[in-house]
């Protein structure tokens, strides 16, 4: 017999069958969208108009991959995503470092300098949490404007690093909270200074947060519509809004193989950092305290 | 001028005092143990040495220099902490060089002067682990190691034996008594455990909200308490309070104490202080250890002033090496420390002897020692 049937309770077959069914429709009802895109993504357009949708392509084609990535029309050029894609590339991978090495930097402080004010000032970044996005689109593009950044991706990267500190700063001073104070009392005394514990000390313990903490940006930021549909440029758009465009503006025929590939090309980073780093999630958030 | 000087040192939150004009001298090279509930500042005033907290007033002095404003780890102190404080991400011997890299001493000077010092510890073959690898006797070595490899003018010890089990805690004691007889460094070293604090210590200073009620060799502490709340707190089983009255006795004044049965006895004082002869009346509490109340084959032969006293036995507790048993006297149920083969038994008479030199005399009103 299996360990893990050890230890769950008696059930009777009947029960145990009940529930194997039950989750494996919800495991099919979860994959049932992903199985649409890829096996339609890998058909002809003429395949996909003649049979049904749910049906394995007949002969594979990665065209429209190739379309999607690099020829197809999106807005007025017939550019493909590729371009698309590197403006996510240069907008995510800055905005989540930076975003993440603040929060860090926030959570300690907030939990080993404690300074008059601290859970105000805790509070009130958490409350940025909780503002919709819509309330700073205009103050936002104001802001941009003013500063010379509106358009461009570094005007993104921007956005997402002051949308992202509420979050990064909340998941590190919940991990620092649990660490002990007396490491970096015995480290003040043998003579660390601030940056010093933090880098030698606090960073090094951190590994399962800043993982979460990347992963959480990551998704975040890649997928954001709103502030890449508002803020950006043609030339700085991100994936998104171009994937968004691509489907958008047609050219007589919906070319609905291309379109798959395409999204499936717009969520496959997201999809990738996931699977490597998907374990290092749940024990990140479920990990409360370094053992010293 | 001691070698580290605590003068009229308080300490306030807020508007909250949590020390009152703590005056302590430490000599060079004593093992000052600061002892007291939980509660009572013994870590606060630890901490302000160290400089991990601020001084509200008053001064602390190493070598005739004022510290108060010098950073933590200019002030040549190393610490060991409770829970050990080891940094998790580095190695042993990482942990112990640590220290020694940040002010700057030479990789190879670092690595000599860890090797030394595991050797004295006897942790050389952990040096390459992680602390997570380790037991907790291992984690308190490395982290008294730490200590040691800074070779500090003072020694801070915050209860650094209180995460160990009851065994390791009395090897462990042994230990850092051993190590400060080498070393001969300055110590001081918080606890609530007062059996750490007499064994361990040249010097006791017993604390109590924030008070300093006592400091003095431990005999002092032991023999001659200067409260009621050292006498209690100190000693394990405590010193017997018991609630008496001078009187004029056959043989100079004397104590009336009540026993079991209700009937008054007299205890001659010995070698009362002038003061008490005209105090005929007065209710005092007297203290007196369990070793001082005990059965006639037990008692100190070269005691002066031993006095027979017949009672009841209400209780006997074997432990071993003693017998403790509890009678009732002055109206207070009472422990009085026996042979371990005492036989002694419970609800019977039985006869002790009473060392009245070791008697002492507190005041109930103001709690503190009047002889």
Same mark, same amino acid.
């Given at each position: 017999m299996s360990q893990s049937r050890d230890n769950s309770l008696p059930t009777s077959h009947f029960t145990r069958a009940l529930i194997y069914t039950a989750l494996l429709i919800f495991a099919v009802y979860y994959l049932l969208p992903l199985f649409v895109m890829l096996t339609n993504s890998l058909k002809t357009l003429d395949e996909i108009r003649a049979g049904n949708m749910l049906a394995l392509p007949r002969s594979i084609t990665i065209e429209p991959w190739l379309k999607a990535w690099d020829s197809a029309q999106i807005g007025v050029d017939p550019s493909g995503l590729k371009p698309y894609f590197m403006n996510s590339v240069l907008m995510v991978i800055p905005a989540v470092l930076i975003s993440t090495m603040l929060g860090a930097i926030n959570g300690y402080i907030l939990t !080993?300098?404690?300074?008059? &004010?601290a859970g105000v000032m805790f509070g009130l970044m958490l409350f940025s949490c909780f503002i919709p996005f819509q309330i700073v689109l205009i103050p936002m593009a104001r802001v941009l404007g003013l500063i010379g950044l509106a358009g461009t991706t570094s005007g993104l990267v921007l956005v997402h690093v002051v949308y992202g500190i509420g979050f990064t700063t909340l998941f590190f001073r919940n991990y620092y909270n649990a660490f002990p104070d007396e490491l970096v009392r015995a480290a003040l005394l043998d003579g660390a200074g601030f940056f010093r514990i933090f880098w030698r000390i606090l960073l090094p313990s951190s590994g399962p947060i800043i993982v979460v903490t990347i992963i959480w940006q990551f998704t975040n930021i890649w997928n954001d519509f709103l502030f890449g549909a508002s803020f950006a440029d043609f030339d700085s758009q991100p994936i998104t809004v171009a994937l968004n465009n691509l489907v958008s503006s047609?050219? &007589?025929? !919906?070319e609905y193989n291309v379109h798959f590939a395409g999204a499936i090309l717009a969520a496959l980073p997201t999809l990738i950092v996931y699977i490597v780093s998907g374990r290092y999630f749940v024990r990140g958030l479920m990990a409360g305290s370094v053992k010293g | 001028m001691a070698f580290l000087d605590i003068i009229g040192v308080t300490k306030r939150f807020g508007s909250v005092k949590v020390l009152h004009e703590i005056n302590i001298g430490v000599e060079e090279g004593e093992f000052l143990v600061l002892v007291g509930p939980s509660g009572c500042g013994k870590s606060t005033l630890l901490n302000m040495i160290a400089g991990l907290e601020i001084v509200s007033s008053g001064e602390i002095r190493i070598r005739d220099s004022r510290i108060n404003e010098v950073h933590p780890s200019q002030r040549d102190i190393a610490m060991v902490f409770q829970s050990y404080a080891l940094y998790p991400n580095m190695t042993v011997g990482g942990n112990m060089a640590f220290g020694l890299e940040m002010h700057g001493i030479s990789k190879s000077e670092r690595q000599a002067l860890v090797k030394e010092v595991a050797e004295l510890l006897q942790i050389t073959p952990l040096l390459d682990r992680k602390p997570s690898q380790l037991s907790g006797g291992q984690r308190q070595r490395v982290a008294m190691g730490r200590a040691l490899v800074r070779d500090p003018d003072v020694f801070l010890f915050d209860e650094p034996l209180s995460n160990l089990d009851a065994k390791l805690r009395v090897d462990m004691r042994t230990e850092i008594k051993k190590l400060h007889l080498k070393l001969g460094t300055t110590t001081v070293y918080v606890t609530h455990d007062q059996i750490e604090a007499m064994t361990l210590s040249t010097r006791i200073a017993v604390m109590m909200d924030g008070h300093l009620q006592q400091i003095g060799s431990p005999a002092e502490i032991y023999q001659l308490p200067s409260n009621l709340f050292v006498a209690g707190f100190m000693g394990s089983p405590p010193m017997n309070l018991i609630p008496a009255k001078i009187v004029n006795g056959n043989d100079g004044i004397a104590l009336h104490v009540s026993l079991h049965s209700g009937e008054m006895t007299a205890l001659n004082l010995y070698q *009362?202080? *002038? &003061?008490?002869?005209?105090?005929?009346g007065r209710e005092v509490i007297l203290g007196l250890r369990p070793e001082s109340i005990t059965d006639p084959d037990s008692a100190d032969r070269n005691s002066p002033a031993n006095q027979p006293l017949l009672n009841r036995i209400i209780i006997t507790e074997t432990a071993g090496s003693d017998t403790f048993v509890k009678t009732m006297l002055g109206g207070v149920e009472i422990t009085s420390r026996m042979r371990g083969d005492s036989e002694v038994s419970a609800n019977s008479d039985a006869s002790l002897v009473v060392d009245m030199s070791k008697a002492v005399l507190f005041d109930p009103q103001s709690e503190q020692r009047i002889s």
């Amino acid at each position: 017999m299996s360990q893990s049937r050890d230890n769950s309770l008696p059930t009777s077959h009947f029960t145990r069958a009940l529930i194997y069914t039950a989750l494996l429709i919800f495991a099919v009802y979860y994959l049932l969208p992903l199985f649409v895109m890829l096996t339609n993504s890998l058909k002809t357009l003429d395949e996909i108009r003649a049979g049904n949708m749910l049906a394995l392509p007949r002969s594979i084609t990665i065209e429209p991959w190739l379309k999607a990535w690099d020829s197809a029309q999106i807005g007025v050029d017939p550019s493909g995503l590729k371009p698309y894609f590197m403006n996510s590339v240069l907008m995510v991978i800055p905005a989540v470092l930076i975003s993440t090495m603040l929060g860090a930097i926030n959570g300690y402080i907030l939990t !080993k300098w404690n300074f008059r &004010g601290a859970g105000v000032m805790f509070g009130l970044m958490l409350f940025s949490c909780f503002i919709p996005f819509q309330i700073v689109l205009i103050p936002m593009a104001r802001v941009l404007g003013l500063i010379g950044l509106a358009g461009t991706t570094s005007g993104l990267v921007l956005v997402h690093v002051v949308y992202g500190i509420g979050f990064t700063t909340l998941f590190f001073r919940n991990y620092y909270n649990a660490f002990p104070d007396e490491l970096v009392r015995a480290a003040l005394l043998d003579g660390a200074g601030f940056f010093r514990i933090f880098w030698r000390i606090l960073l090094p313990s951190s590994g399962p947060i800043i993982v979460v903490t990347i992963i959480w940006q990551f998704t975040n930021i890649w997928n954001d519509f709103l502030f890449g549909a508002s803020f950006a440029d043609f030339d700085s758009q991100p994936i998104t809004v171009a994937l968004n465009n691509l489907v958008s503006s047609s050219t &007589g025929v !919906k070319e609905y193989n291309v379109h798959f590939a395409g999204a499936i090309l717009a969520a496959l980073p997201t999809l990738i950092v996931y699977i490597v780093s998907g374990r290092y999630f749940v024990r990140g958030l479920m990990a409360g305290s370094v053992k010293g | 001028m001691a070698f580290l000087d605590i003068i009229g040192v308080t300490k306030r939150f807020g508007s909250v005092k949590v020390l009152h004009e703590i005056n302590i001298g430490v000599e060079e090279g004593e093992f000052l143990v600061l002892v007291g509930p939980s509660g009572c500042g013994k870590s606060t005033l630890l901490n302000m040495i160290a400089g991990l907290e601020i001084v509200s007033s008053g001064e602390i002095r190493i070598r005739d220099s004022r510290i108060n404003e010098v950073h933590p780890s200019q002030r040549d102190i190393a610490m060991v902490f409770q829970s050990y404080a080891l940094y998790p991400n580095m190695t042993v011997g990482g942990n112990m060089a640590f220290g020694l890299e940040m002010h700057g001493i030479s990789k190879s000077e670092r690595q000599a002067l860890v090797k030394e010092v595991a050797e004295l510890l006897q942790i050389t073959p952990l040096l390459d682990r992680k602390p997570s690898q380790l037991s907790g006797g291992q984690r308190q070595r490395v982290a008294m190691g730490r200590a040691l490899v800074r070779d500090p003018d003072v020694f801070l010890f915050d209860e650094p034996l209180s995460n160990l089990d009851a065994k390791l805690r009395v090897d462990m004691r042994t230990e850092i008594k051993k190590l400060h007889l080498k070393l001969g460094t300055t110590t001081v070293y918080v606890t609530h455990d007062q059996i750490e604090a007499m064994t361990l210590s040249t010097r006791i200073a017993v604390m109590m909200d924030g008070h300093l009620q006592q400091i003095g060799s431990p005999a002092e502490i032991y023999q001659l308490p200067s409260n009621l709340f050292v006498a209690g707190f100190m000693g394990s089983p405590p010193m017997n309070l018991i609630p008496a009255k001078i009187v004029n006795g056959n043989d100079g004044i004397a104590l009336h104490v009540s026993l079991h049965s209700g009937e008054m006895t007299a205890l001659n004082l010995y070698q *009362p202080s *002038p &003061g008490l002869l005209n105090q005929v009346g007065r209710e005092v509490i007297l203290g007196l250890r369990p070793e001082s109340i005990t059965d006639p084959d037990s008692a100190d032969r070269n005691s002066p002033a031993n006095q027979p006293l017949l009672n009841r036995i209400i209780i006997t507790e074997t432990a071993g090496s003693d017998t403790f048993v509890k009678t009732m006297l002055g109206g207070v149920e009472i422990t009085s420390r026996m042979r371990g083969d005492s036989e002694v038994s419970a609800n019977s008479d039985a006869s002790l002897v009473v060392d009245m030199s070791k008697a002492v005399l507190f005041d109930p009103q103001s709690e503190q020692r009047i002889s």
